[in-house]
């Protein structure tokens, strides 16, 4: 079925906030919404209904529905899993969604999100092969091809935080333990907390990763070197992104993102690293900042295929 709605719907669910905005065909926001996030499965699915509905009622006219949240639906059940919110975990929240509002709901992991977002009209609009990276709380990942979502068969495409940092250094192994049960993921080393880590097992100060981003920036010679070894460690880490996807271009998001000239520095550091005499792809700072991930779930529904499917 084509749909005739010229306006898109994007749901950023959050743990703490549920963003909403609805942009038109040129990806201009017109209406926006934010609330806290309840702590409860119904209250959430209540939540989410409010404000499409309210978005629609200010605008006068339906609109597609796309959704990010912080984990995945699984095409086989339907249920969300991975979600640190864990009162999605093992909830049918598309079909409860569609349900409610009578019309199909697009829902995808709200890294994939970002990625799509800066893929389609961000600071990578165009690019064929798009990596789009959360450097935050933890280490995540978004891939875009030829303007759709990248799943993978595990429904895990992009999560390059739970592999080892590669080509280890003096003091780099066994590394720091993750959650995940593993030691030594590059989430552990290149994530906010786990940059304020081993800038306390270093220097002994303890400090938040803006806090020693910006001591770097003032050149605080502690906080320099912890910036240094960020950028090795994550230029390895990437390296090993571009040997094996070989995108154009690679996107930042997260907090860690707004550290001044980390894109200019990781373009430049990643090079001897990757299998190739000369590195083409482009390392850069993402357009949309705290906005990308809810455009990117209202471009779940691209231009070309309101009634196929946004991944893949």
């Known amino acids: 079925m084509h749909s005739t709605r010229t306006v898109r719907i994007g749901i950023d669910l959050g743990g703490t906030k549920i963003e909403a905005v609805a942009i038109d065909h040129a990806g201009e926001v017109v209406a926006r919404q934010r609330v806290p996030t309840p702590r409860n499965y119904d209250e959430t699915l209540a939540t989410i ?58 829902i995808e992991n709200d890294a994939n999100c970002f990625a799509l977002s800066e893929a389609t009209d961000g600071a990578a609009a165009g690019a064929p092969v798009v990596f789009g990276v959360i450097l935050g709380t ?18 895990i495409g992009g999560e390059w935080g739970h592999n080892p940092l ?25 994530s906010g907390p786990g940059v304020a880590a081993d800038h306390a097992r270093v220097s ?5 990763a803006p806090e020693i981003m910006t001591a770097a920036a003032h050149g605080e010679p502690a906080a320099v070197l912890t910036r240094t070894r960020l950028v090795h460690r994550a230029a390895r880490s990437l390296a090993t992104i571009i040997n094996v996807l070989d995108p154009h271009v690679i996107v930042l998001g997260g907090g860690l993102s707004n550290a001044e000239g980390l894109a200019e520095d990781l373009e430049r550091e990643v090079a001897p690293w990757v299998f190739s005499d000369a590195v083409q792809t482009r390392i850069v700072v993402n357009r949309h900042g705290d906005s990308s991930g809810v455009r990117g779930a209202a471009w779940l529904w691209p231009a070309d295929s309101a009634g196929g499917s946004g991944a893949q």
Do not use: F
């Open 49 to 106: 209904v409010s404000l499409v509905q309210a978005l629609e009622h200010t605008l006068g006219q339906p609109g597609t529905v796309g959704m990010g949240i912080p984990g995945t639906v699984v095409p086989e059940t339907g249920l969300v899993k991975n979600a640190n919110s864990t009162w999605l975990i093992g909830r049918p929240l598309t079909k409860d969604l569609e349900r409610a509002l009578g019309r199909e709901v697009r």
């Open 138 to 155: 933890g280490v995540g990942g978004g891939v875009v091809i030829d303007g759709r979502v990248l799943r993978g068969r595990n429904l």
């Open 166 to 190: 590669p080509w280890p250094q003096p003091g780099e192994e066994p590394g720091p333990a993750c959650y995940c049960g593993k030691p030594g993921c590059i989430e552990t080393w290149i």
């Open 204 to 208: 002994g100060a303890v400090l938040t």
